[in-house]
């Protein structure tokens, strides 16, 4: 940088300072403002991280705030489909078809006969995640959900054309009954991994009309 040698105007009032020269006080000044940029720039790059929400974060969020919305008593799972712009496409989460009344169709898990339970009737919510969207096409989407998909969504999420899927806990079922899933991911070449998280808590609370989210990293 050039430095001024007669004639020196600054706009700093810091009277404190004291000068040999124009030079001296210009490189003074310069020094103190640069101290003041690095001081506010820290300040703006330390601030906003404190309560920063990364995508993976945000998105499996998104999967249990919907997962709420479920009336199963016993499972509740959401699912969340995202396109390479990070954009949200489509949300669902695990419910009774369309049409039908929550009390109407069983909840339970045990039964005398398999048609007393849920299990024929609960539509799961990647599949209402993925027939929620009916614009936009899912091909090369990404699909974050609260739960290890079954082999029947397995199969909904490939013939949707998504090729990354992020879960965040196993089912307690046997490995074995992964297999399937795990297999037609690797074979049709869909990426499945456990999510990680980057937040220690994560707290979101509204009431009375004000709402708060509170972040732990
Ligand atoms: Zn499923």
Known sequence: METPQSSFECDCQEDSISVASASDKFDKCCSLQQNLSSEICKQASVIPNK????????????????????????????????????????????????????????????????????????????????LNERHAALDDCSIYVSKFPCCECAKLIIQAGIKKVVFSELKPEPWEEQVPTRKMFSLAGVTCRKFIPSLHQLNLNVTDGIGSVSITK
């Open 51 to 130: 309560s920063y929400l990364p995508w993976h974060d945000y998105f499996m969020s998104l999967c249990y705030l919907t997962a709420a919305r479920s009336k199963d008593p016993n499972t509740k799972v959401g699912a969340c489909i995202v396109d390479k712009e990070n954009r949200v496409v489509s949300l669902g989460y695990n419910g009774m078809p369309r049409g039908i009344k929550d009390d109407d169709l069983p909840w339970g898990k045990v039964a005398a006969h398999s048609y007393e339970t849920k299990y024929p009737y609960v539509c799961h919510a990647e599949m209402n995640a993925i």
